[in-house]
């Protein structure tokens, strides 16, 4: 399996432009998580989808930010305007459903690196 | 609000030493915990993870997990300058995942 797909691995852009960033999940994983990951914060939660379905964004910032999710092996994550403080490194994870649940971990794609000048 | 603390380190340790890592949580509720590795520029990757108490050995790692105490470690034991690397810990509730801010392991050869 190629493991969890994401691009662009890194994106430059200016204040106020819109940033698009994509994922593919490892096939037929149920679960979809967007982390960001800052020196500051660390990596936090951004929102998680299951079988395509948003279930938690209580992690969004912003309004700016958006996630969709139209089938199983693709996810976008949007910044609309984009802002100097979104600047940090984005994973998308995804995760099975095993019978046993609480076993499972997730499975993080390479990162997408954003520099919002 | 469901907080991992983990000591930033730099934690240095001559190669061949054993290694400990710490982390503390606050969730009681949480049902298993995950220990990542995340090399300089790159993505987390999982080490083991751990739902019962007491100690799960994978190879030079070995976790243990104290519920009543809320606290989880990790060992590696020959530790190598490979091994320099963030540990992240994390603790799973249902389906989300909360992550310390990591420690950083420098193996000095």
Known sequence: DAGVIQSPRH????????????????????YLFWYRQTMMRGLELLIYFNNNVPIDDSGMPEDRFSAKMPNASFSTLKIQPSEPRDSAVYFCASSPRGVAVF??????GPGTRLLVL | QKEVEQNSGPLSV?????????CTYSDRGSQSFFWYRQYSGKSPELIMFIYSNGDKE???????????????????????????????????????????????????P
């Not at chain 1, 432009?17 to 994922?23: A, G, H, S, Y």
């Not at chain 2, 001559?14 to 710490?22: D, M, T, V, Y």
């Open chain 1, 11 to 30: 994106e430059v852009t200016e204040m106020g432009q819109e940033v698009t960033l994509r994922c593919k999940p490892i096939s037929g994983h149920d």
């Open chain 1, 103 to 108: 076993q499972e971990t997730q499975y993080f």
């Open chain 2, 14 to 22: 001559p190669e061949g030493a054993i290694a400990s890592l710490n």
């Open chain 2, 58 to 108: 994978d190879g030079r790692f070995t976790a243990q997990l104290n519920k009543a105490s809320q606290y989880v470690s990790l060992l590696i034991r020959d530790s190598q300058p490979s091994d320099s690397a963030t540990y992240l810990c994390a603790q799973r509730n249902f389906n989300k995942f909360y992550f310390g801010s990591g420690t950083k392991l420098n193996v000095k």
